[in-house]
């Protein structure tokens, strides 16, 4: 313990000795990076489409992650996503397009990097994020709960919507998750006389699905209530 306080009392020029430690890592760096490793690297695959039965259902920019070897310099730059330009794959099988094998992006990884050892792959499929196109009625509904009608007064009647179902475009597996109606709430207030406007449909849950319209028409009537022991 002493000979290490004695060794921090002396006098040294601890930025001479700073820029010799900084020196030798980054000679032992470069030094490295110019000899060949064994490394996990991940290369961007985009896929593509050209008919209009498919859509992307999410992210279509995707990875596909391989055990490399090569050169330090030629593996970090795939680690950093340096100057790494993506894959572009059109996938044109109606029947097999949500994933396809490794095996398959093998040619085009190694025309992109001729210089590297492709070992093995860490995984056996990448799903390509597309789906059929689908259409869906949704029914359209009126919520009588938040109706806001001037005191004293009823509907009178049915609800009249129009057009009482809207049509829903989007991918197959993001539509049959969501529930198929669409629930509609009126803005106005103390309202006392025969009603008849558009109403705006809330924007879908998911940005990937489209509604063919955006306003529908409601309509109904009012009465007062009957109180028949009233002064």
Known sequence: ????????????????????????????????????????????????????????????????????????????????????????????NKKKFKYILSSQIKPYLEDRLPELDIRYFLTDTIYTGLDKVKKVKMKVYLDREEINLAKDYKIDGAIRISPEYVMATGPSSVLDSMAHKIVIKLSDSDISEAYKDEVSIPEPTSDLVSYDTKKVEVAFTVTKFKRPFTE
């Not at 032992?28 to 990076?33: Q, R």
């Open 1 to 92: 313990m002493k000979a290490i306080l004695r060794l921090f009392k002396r006098k040294y020029d601890w930025k001479v000795m700073f820029i010799c430690l900084m020196a030798t890592i980054l000679f032992w760096l470069l030094n490295s990076m110019n000899r060949d490793h064994l490394a996990d690297v991940s290369y961007p695959v985009v896929f593509k489409f050209d008919n209009q039965e498919l859509m992307t259902s999410r992210d279509s920019k995707k990875e596909i992650a391989f055990h490399a070897y090569g050169q330090g310099w030629d593996l970090l730059k795939l680690k950093l996503n340096w100057f790494v330009d993506p894959i572009e794959i059109n996938i044109q």
